[in-house]
């Protein structure tokens, strides 16, 4: 088994994809967010790259049940319904509804692992979940999705807590690359708390445009109990998962 | 004073180092070389990205005084006067000769800080004498050079090492980037040795291609106390610094 972990999604190709599962891990906060938001009783949530194809997917899928989501430089887009806070996808707001979502760095990861046989989204929310989705797989390739391709220590800590969690440690039959063997030491360094993620460089972003509420709730480990697949480019809840509450 | 590390040099731009002195450093192999190189004589190094380029500046600086060296996927390019191993860049071979050198990951790194205030390159082989270069400094940019731009636990052990040795752990006036934060907790968590680096992605790959026997030498720390530095595209001891024998 190999459990590979990239700290960006611009260094993953299909190859490094085909075949394996994929996690995608975007702390701060789109997957956060996604969580978040499934949990509330959102149907399913489209990821884009661009606003431009964020506007028109919305249009097509039907602008009565559908909201767009998103951010740029960490705020709403304009004219968007929403944002990138976790705490705006109540299930008053987001209860029944698709959602067509662009972030900055999490659906250019999301898009990056298109070619894995299985993509599920983690986050401190649902963490144990995924753990549980992922005991007896195959090989894996988790994904940070960084901070304009560059590294983002929430996201790293969140991949080292998912593969403390499993319970390997680059010993025995898990052949683990550079990056794995250090996201799993980070596990060790730190605790996930809002204080930690106010310390990281997109945590000091969010404190820095007045969203430091955000890092509370993104902090909060196993919040949800639920594991967001994407498939076909649509990320929801598998029916047999059902829904928390 | 900022210390950032980068983890790839395709993540590096401009602005990322203008005014700042940039560190590079590709324990396996480029950077070990060059300083193996230097410290037996060779008069200057000049990094190019491709083997065309190679080609064609060794021609321009005249044959007889130049050496063509490199490597892809690990082995010499055919037709060139050496490789990227550092065993054979002696004092017999390389003693007053200039150095064209292209290597798939160092000159990356190299061509990115081109717009630095000062380049210097580090390996395990220069590690002190580059602390004390860098001591009262302002600004610091480290680049590893990673493996096709992913990351590398070799480089990024080197960068922890000469933060470690540089007295910053993040507290104090000293702000760090999530990589700098990461790298230097790396120093606490492994130790130089060939068995360390035949352990990463980048000595596997060695290992794999029959040369095990770098390894050894890439590990050893302080052998040399030279700092390289690359002014206007051509990498040498600036005279002042002397070599050392």
Redesign the interface.
């Known amino acids: 088994m190999t459990i590979d972990v990239?700290?960006?999604p611009?260094?993953v190709d299909e190859t490094s994809v085909e075949g394996k599962t994929a996690v995608v891990i975007d702390v701060i906060r789109a997957t956060s967010t996604l969580v978040e938001a499934l949990a509330n009783g959102a149907k399913a949530i489209f990821p884009t790259l661009s606003t431009e194809e964020a506007v028109k997917l919305a249009s097509s899928l039907g602008r009565e049940d559908t909201l767009l989501c998103g951010e740029r430089k960490g705020l709403k887009v304009e004219g968007f319904d929403l944002g990138n806070s976790p705490a705006e996808f109540t299930a008053e707001v987001v209860g029944g509804k698709q959602l067509v979502m662009t972030t900055t760095n999490g659906t250019r990861a999301f898009a990056a692992v298109e070619a894995a046989d299985r993509v599920l989204a983690a986050s401190f929310l649902n963490l144990s979940a995924v753990v549980e989705a992922l005991e007896g797989g195959g090989d894996l390739v988790i994904v940070c999705s960084g901070r304009?391709?560059?590294?983002?220590?929430d996201d790293?800590l969140c991949a080292g807590l998912l593969l403390q969690r499993l319970g390997v440690d680059g010993d025995g039959d898990v052949v683990m690359?550079?990056?794995a063997?250090?996201a799993a030491?980070?596990a060790s360094?730190y605790t996930v708390s809002a204080d930690f993620l106010g310390s990281?460089?997109a945590g000091k972003n969010l404190l820095g445009i007045g969203l430091e509420s955000d890092l509370e709730l993104c902090a909060s480990l196993d919040r949800h109990s639920l594991v967001p697949e994407m498939r076909e480019r649509r990320i929801s809840v598998p029916p047999q998962e059902g829904l928390d509450t």
């Open positions: 990239f700290f960006s611009a260094v304009e391709n560059r590294f983002s220590l790293a690359n550079d990056a063997r250090v030491d980070l360094n990281t460089a």
